[in-house]
């Protein structure tokens, strides 16, 4: 299994401020996710984080908004740039191991709560 | 596109009991199926992961079981306890190695 550290667990901003979120994790990995979580919803995800190059996004979600880094096998960053209210949730941080990831299991952090206001 | 269903969307159950959730896919062509659970505010925690090749898997009081042919799984939790209130979400391998999920059984035990 993996531990992995997200931080900050929680955090109340002012809108149009930008937050950073860190997720570290206690061993390399090869794939690393971000999540969100709106709330009473399910999670989305947001992209893959790539080591060393940039992300790949889904649908809906953009690198202008949400920037990510991901300099090496155990450490990446999500940005949630220009806040406004609708960015409230829940963000997740996401792992699988470096063997076969399709049939490995996932592992979470504790998830990052962000309040816009 | 995989899509993930979870019935019943709440449960409330006097403490002892047993019971059943259900998950549900469209696309059966799957590696494996985890359940996870998550208390409010809170991040994931993996209860237990299903290979495609498995029919069934447990841990303590839970048991897990896979149909693939038929899209389906369920987690049974044996006498329920109010420690095991949480949502319960169920989870696939989509494109890209991420992860389609449900969207949850929030479950009450009543002590």
């Known amino acids: 299994s993996a531990v992995i550290s997200q931080k900050p667990s929680r955090d109340i901003c002012q809108r149009g401020t930008s937050l950073t979120i860190q997720c570290q994790v206690d061993?390399?990995?090869?794939?690393m996710f971000w999540y969100r979580q709106q709330p009473g919803q399910s999670l989305t995800l947001i992209a893959t984080?790539?080591?060393?190059?940039?992300?790949?996004?889904e649908s809906g979600f953009v690198i202008d908004k949400f920037p990510i880094s991901r300099p090496n096998l155990t450490f990446s960053t999500l940005t949630v740039s220009n806040m406004s209210p609708e960015d409230s949730s829940i963000y997740l941080c996401?792992?699988?191991?470096?063997?076969?990831?399709?049939?490995?299991?996932?592992?979470f952090g504790q998830g990052t709560r962000l309040t816009v206001v | 596109k995989q899509e993930v269903t979870q019935i019943p969307a709440a449960l409330s159950v006097p403490e002892g009991e047993n019971l059943v959730l259900n998950c549900s896919f469209t696309d059966s062509a799957i590696y494996n199926l985890q359940w996870f659970r998550q208390d409010p505010g809170k991040g994931l925690t993996s209860l237990l992961l299903i290979q495609s090749s498995q029919r069934e898997q447990t841990s303590g009081r839970l048991n897990a079981s896979l149909d693939k042919s038929s899209g389906r799984s369920t987690l049974y939790i044996a006498a329920s306890q109010p420690g095991d209130s949480a949502t319960y979400l169920c989870?696939?391998?989509?494109?890209?190695?991420?992860?389609?999920f449900g969207s949850g059984t929030r479950l009450q035990v009543q002590p």
């Open positions: 989870a696939v391998p989509a494109g890209r190695r991420a992860l389609t």
């Open positions: 984080a790539n080591q060393g190059s940039e992300a790949t996004y």
């Open positions: 061993s390399q990995v090869t794939m």
């Open positions: 996401s792992v699988k191991g470096r063997k076969r990831p399709m049939n490995t299991e996932a592992f």
